[in-house]
């Protein structure tokens, strides 16, 4: 006779389910490891540090999917194992203090997360990570709504304002395009190259983001950002100021041109034959750098904090900047 409360199906439902739970073990990793991991709606990345978060990213997306499977799985079988049958008012075998079973949905939780933690932790680290000595260097100055480029090594300064773009460089020499990708400045890196990004503010808190580079960084006025981009495939890449900074915050992009390194040495070499120089000596490399105006479209002058003066008309124009000697 079976005891109270029990139909004499234990044993056989205990080893369907050690069984189940070893066919899981060896299929799961058998079918991941036969398919890419998917994006899961996010950008795999366009340069070694993007693609490092892009690992973090999905590593814990897929862990919320293990979890919520099990979860989801020990619920259902929860409703339909214990479920009421009819004609029965039989009541299930009840369970409290189990405490094995409260230490280990406890401990596993606890785990998971300095797990993640960890990864993070690393993750963050190699992203940060500067090199000693990198190919580019490049100034970034962020302003009331526009961006300034200054490529140290190069002699050479951009400037662009809101949507213009003073240079619309693509590749193989070709204008950039398309046009959804192109507006604003275009900051031109080489491919393959470790490019020292110094970010600065002019004026107000700023955003420096490149969605494919899965990358965002604050401008700040009197902080100095630095840190590294490696792009890893050539291509036109939108960007946008993510801060709310004025009146045309919402028009304040740029993008990023990542060119095969004889078309960036090409590209600056015709820049260069424009005239796009500066004198180096100040502490920031540039000879002049685009002034605050009063209000867009006036058209008056305002000294800058690096020392310099210019006159900035509408903001939907674009200029390249030249250094005083």
């Not at 214990?82 to 409290?96: I, K």
């Not at 960007?239 to 600056?268: E, I, K, N, R």
């Amino acid at each position: 006779m079976n005891a109270p409360g029990t139909d004499g199906r234990a044993p056989i439902r205990a080893r369907a389910r050690r069984r189940l739970a070893l066919v899981a073990a060896v299929a799961l990793p058998l079918l991941l490891g036969g398919c890419q991991v998917p994006n899961f709606f996010g950008y795999r990345g366009n340069s070694t540090q993007a693609q490092d978060t892009f690992k973090l990213y999905a590593g814990t997306f897929i862990a919320a999917i293990v979890v919520g499977v099990i979860v989801a799985v020990l619920m259902i079988w929860s409703m339909v194992a214990y479920r009421r049958r009819r004609g029965s008012d039989e009541m299930p075998r009840q369970f409290q203090y189990h405490i094995p079973l409260e230490i280990t949905y406890t401990v596993i939780p606890i785990i998971i997360v300095l797990v993640l933690f960890a990864f993070t932790v690393i993750t963050e680290n190699k992203v940060d990570a500067v090199t000693a000595n990198p190919e580019v260097r490049v100034k970034v100055i962020a302003f009331q709504w526009g961006w300034t480029f200054a490529y140290t090594n190069e002699h050479l300064v951009l400037t662009g304002e809101t949507t213009g773009d003073p240079d619309p460089i693509g590749l193989n020499g070709q204008p950039c395009a398309p046009v959804q990708d192109c507006y604003g400045p275009g900051l031109v890196l080489p491919v393959n190259q470790t490019t020292r990004i110094t970010l600065v503010s002019n004026d107000v808190i700023h955003g420096f983001y490149v969605p494919v580079f899965n990358f965002s960084r604050y401008a700040q006025p009197g902080v100095v950002n630095t840190f590294d981009l490696t792009p890893t495939k050539s291509g036109i890449f939108r960007a946008q100021c993510t801060q709310l900074c004025g009146l045309y915050h919402s028009l304040m992009f740029f993008h990023v041109v990542a060119l095969p390194m004889d078309q960036y040495q090409a590209w600056v070499s015709a820049e260069q034959a424009k005239g796009g120089t500066f004198s180096a000596g100040s502490d920031t490399g540039l000879g002049s750098t685009p002034a605050i105006p009063a209000y867009p479209g006036t058209g008056t002058t305002t000294t800058t904090s690096l020392g310099a003066s210019a006159s900035i008309a509408n903001p939907s124009s674009t200029s390249s900047t030249k250094a005083a000697a």
